[in-house]
């Protein structure tokens, strides 16, 4: 397995066919042209992982939010490669790349209690678990991931973790995050989309307090959920 940075157009194509596109919902998935024009402007990352002939089996892919604050925005793992190690060697050059740039890399799954597992898609409790091992915490909102584009659907019931804070955006002797960090990610994410959405104003509200608490994932549960 052989793990490196994607930026020829060709080569983004085919990780977004082959992996990407068979790994996430349509509802979760930004076009094919978000990412390739993305990583030729410098705004978007990718890794991918390779097998003996080229093929691409797993692949991270990271964009900048803010100056300070940067999302994976997908992680994934065809099912024959799960399991294998190259999810977690993927997630390790993005927090450690991301550590040198970045005061906060986040992350959106899905709450388990509200969405079911396919074998197309993974299993969020198992995916929970995998973040778990690495250090990930869930930040304290009531998140929905927005639309990918203007009008389109909010997915609910989902969980923000953070897969690396600095040591200076934390607070309360390292219980939460500090809330600027967290809002401007969050405006950033929301975009231009109207507050119409009773989620989305929810969301919004509860990312601009002083602070936004950091809880360990496995209380996951008492995050508070979307509507």
Known sequence: MRIAEVAERGALERVYDEVLLPSFP??????????????????????????????????????????????????????????????????????DRAAGRAALLLAEVERPDRHDGSPEHGDPTARLRFYERAGARVLDLPYVQPPIERGGVVVRGMLLLALHVSEDALREAGSAVDGSLVERAVAAMLGDQADDDGDLAALRAASSRPVVGLRPLAEWRAVPASS
């Open 26 to 95: 349509a509802a979760e998935l930004m076009p094919p042209s978000w990412l390739t024009d993305g990583v030729v402007a410098g705004e978007v990352e990718a890794l991918a992982g390779f097998d003996d002939r080229g093929a691409p089996l797993a692949a991270a892919v990271t964009e900048r939010l803010t100056g300070d604050a940067e999302l994976l925005t997908y992680l994934a793992a065809l099912p024959a490669s799960r399991g294998s190690g190259v999810g977690s060697a993927l997630l390790r050059q993005v927090r």
